[in-house]
């Protein structure tokens, strides 16, 4: 089947759907990009469809989302048009009521915000692979992604700490994670980002994955990567009773 296309032209969201979608319900990830890319880019990645490939094939439909535009930081404007979307996809397969979320890089911002209270969907479980958590340390990191934050939140100051998202996951309920990070990503600090996000992990369904190598390196999607994303997923159906710890 191919992807097809939701959402506003020039940041459209790519859904794709398993062939199994069409005779048994299936749950949906939510794919959320790293900075200045896109769903396109997404879908175009040959070492991307490593992961892709596995989730279809393990009965799960994809939507790559175009979160809003290609520098959107997670801001609750962005989530408000994936929500849209996230409607829209539902509409298109025969959905078992499960959503789930995965981040890469900035797009961490986005997939966790959607599993906190006020959210437009709920989300089960997010997975995040190098990805930014923290927006105020993404705001520090250098003068280019502060005017983009600027931008996208609507503020010449620091985003206050009720539209962090990391802020607000401390406040809710335990989530179940999958974190795969780098101590040696110069771009994404996993001290401050994956790893303090960590501790507020469901016990029983989550995992953390310690990567070594750059940002987004190819190690991050191997087959065994992708098996173990998957893995998590199929936790949070049921139908995978293995349980993972850090």
């Known amino acids: 089947m191919d992807w097809l296309p939701l959402g506003q032209p020039g ?9 199994s979608c069409t005779y048994l319900p299936c749950p949906l990830v939510v794919v959320s990009h790293p900075r200045n890319q896109s769903a396109a880019r997404l879908r175009d990645s040959a070492t991307f469809q490593v992961l892709i490939g596995a989730l279809l094939e393990s009965h799960f439909a994809v939507l790559l989302s175009g979160d809003g535009g290609p520098a ?12 849209q979307v996230h409607a829209a996809a539902l509409k298109r397969f025969a959905w078992n009521g499960h959503t789930y ?5 900035m797009g ?29 340390v993404a705001w520090n990191a250098s003068p ?51 790893e303090r996000l960590y501790p507020h992990a469901a016990l029983g369904s989550s995992e953390f994955v310690s990567l070594s190598g750059p940002h987004l390196g190819g190690n991050r999607f191997t087959p065994d990567m992708a098996q173990r994303l998957v893995g998590f997923y199929k936790r949070l159906e049921g139908r ?5 710890v850090k």
């Open 11 to 19: 940041r459209e969201s790519l859904l794709r759907i398993p062939d």
């Open 72 to 83: 959107t930081w997670g801001s609750p404007r962005a989530m408000k048009e994936v929500g």
């Open 101 to 105: 979320a995965l981040g890469l890089s």
């Open 240 to 244: 995978d009773p293995v349980k993972a």
């Open 108 to 136: 961490g911002l986005m997939a966790l915000r959607s599993a906190l209270p006020g959210s437009p969907y709920r989300v089960g479980g997010v997975a995040l692979i190098d990805a930014w958590t923290d927006l105020r």
């Open 144 to 194: 280019a992604r502060r005017k983009e934050i600027s931008a996208a939140y609507g503020t010449q100051n620091e985003p206050p700490p009720s539209v962090d998202p990391l802020m607000q996951t401390f406040k809710a309920p335990y989530l179940p994670l999958f974190v795969a990070a780098s101590v040696s990503d110069g771009t994404v600090p996993a001290l401050t980002n994956g």
